[in-house]
């Protein structure tokens, strides 16, 4: 199922990782005018096809020096969950517990997902984000609930010595969707 270039067009969303702050935070992207998961009549629903997420982490502290540091240590895990709807949250707000399993790559809601590890914080480490889960062109994620939240979780032993900025940009199209195919995609996507 490869996409149609005509039809891809780019969401994005971001948050600010406060400095020296260790616990979740997130990010909420409303995609009310992009999803329509009720079939009137002959008119199919419509969901949105996500084919890939772009993560960023970038220093906001320093206008002149947008990439972390090579002091800073800290580290998070991210992820993208479709249909969370837990709004946006400052950084050490969701206690890891309450979204224990929304990093697991067996969570229904898991768009995408990763770990960041900032310079300083084990020798040889690359200071990108680095994806363990992502859809394809071939086989997307599609969302047919009305937001999807980036969602973060800075470690308690290595916290960020700056303030970031977690940035994500997804490549995204509308789809149709037959009757049977939307309704296994609401019973897999319900909280």
Avoid: W
């Amino acid at each position: 199922m490869a996409y149609d270039l005509k039809s891809v067009f780019y969401l994005d969303t971001s948050a600010t990782i406060t400095k020296a702050t260790a616990g979740g935070g997130s990010a909420q992207l409303d995609l009310s005018a992009y999803i329509d998961p009720i079939a009137r009549g002959r008119t199919r629903g419509t969901g949105l096809a996500i084919y890939k997420a772009h993560f960023s982490i970038l220093n906001s502290e320093d206008a002149n020096e947008v990439a972390p540091e090579d002091s800073e240590g800290g580290v998070l895990t991210y992820s993208l969950q479709a249909g969370l709807g837990i709004g946006d949250n400052a950084t050490g707000t969701i206690t890891t517990a309450a979204n224990a399993d929304g990093f697991a790559a067996s969570n229904n809601l898991l768009v995408s997902a990763g770990n960041y590890y900032g310079p300083a914080s084990y020798p040889g480490a690359d200071a990108m984000p680095q994806d363990y889960m992502m859809p394809s062109k071939d086989v997307p994620y599609v969302i047919v609930r009305d937001n999807v939240c980036l969602v973060y979780n800075v470690s308690s032993s290595k916290t960020f010595e700056s303030t970031s900025i977690i940035a994500v940009r997804l490549e995204c199209a509308q789809i149709s969707l037959d009757q049977a195919t939307l309704n296994q995609l609401l019973r897999t996507q319900t909280v």
